[in-house]
């Protein structure tokens, strides 16, 4: 498997809490920077967390910096994205996305950077 795989996607009412998860073969894993995009209808797809492979570094895009947490599971080879107090804004598609990452560079906020792409998992926010 090299494409990632998320799974987690579903129909939630504003302020609940989904958890994203995404599945990546080892060696992608442990070379690539990690990180979650989503797509709205209508909108370019847009940066949302990212997780850096050499030092665990992570960065966020300011519309879920303290309600969006990104984390990898060593053990699984899997990188999941907890969402708290969630807006009907919040909708989209979500994707997992990989970039093969020079060690010491920055994540990436750019889809076209990223080499590897999963088929994406519906989130919807709504009352």
């Known amino acids: 498997q090299v494409r990632p795989v998320e799974s987690g996607g579903g129909l939630v009412h504003p302020g609940d809490s989904l958890t994203l998860a995404c599945a990546i073969s080892?060696?992608?894993?442990?070379?690539?920077?990690l990180a979650w995009f989503r797509q709205a209808p209508g909108k370019e797809r847009e940066f949302v967390a990212g997780i850096h492979f050499n030092n665990g570094r992570t960065l966020y895009a300011s519309s879920g910096e303290g309600r969006f947490t990104i984390s990898k599971d060593n053990a699984q080879n899997t990188m999941s994205l907890q969402m708290n107090s969630l807006k009907p804004e919040d909708t989209a598609v979500y994707f997992c996305a990989a970039d093969a990452l020079p060690s010491s560079a920055p994540i990436s906020t750019t889809p076209r950077q990223y080499q590897y792409w999963g088929q994406g998992t519906q989130v919807t926010v709504s009352s």
């Open positions: 080892r060696h992608i894993f442990i070379t690539h920077a």
